[in-house]
């Protein structure tokens, strides 16, 4: 299963190979006899055969043809993927340095010293109504 990037759409390819069985040929015997022959004769050259031949050299052509186209479709989806890759790449890096530049430090995340200080100050006034009110 491949699957690629053509015009904006993503497309899927799923190949089935299928195994090659060979058939045994069937020779076909004359139909009319000659008077005196027996039915026994000596095979005859095949002909099929060399155009058979052919013909599966065509077919491998053929296919090797397809082969190529193939391998260019993948070759250029996986250009486009990566191309794309890179854009994502660079956005997600610009979105972590957006996140990064807004962040609070991390000195700001803890209290500070006029945070304890007005703490203090609270505790003292607690103590001191407390101390009051008894």
């Known amino acids: 299963m491949i699957q690629f990037e053509k015009d ?16 045994p040929k069937i020779k076909r015997k004359p139909t ?7 039915g026994f ?3 005859e050259p095949d002909n099929q055969d060399s155009s ?6 065509m077919k491998h052509n053929t296919r090797i043809r ?10 250029s ?3 486009s993927i990566k191309e794309t890759q890179e854009d994502i790449k660079r956005d997600i890096m610009a979105l972590r340095n957006r996140v990064t530049s807004n962040s609070p430090t991390v000195d700001s ?4 010293l006029k945070h ?5 100050l609270l505790v003292l006034l607690q103590l001191i109504i407390n101390f009051l009110f008894k």
Request: charge should be positive; aromatic fraction near 6%; include cysteine.
């Open 66 to 75: 397809k082969k190529g186209a193939d391998l260019g479709e993948l070759q």
């Open 116 to 120: 304890y200080i007005f703490i203090l």
């Open 32 to 38: 009319s006899q000659k008077k005196g022959e027996c």
């Open 77 to 79: 989806a996986i250009e």
């Open 52 to 57: 058979g031949s052919e013909a599966q050299l």
């Open 41 to 43: 004769s000596s095979p």
């Open 109 to 112: 995340q803890f209290l500070q």
């Open 8 to 23: 904006g759409t993503i497309q899927t390819k799923v190949r089935h190979r299928t195994p090659m069985v060979s058939v």
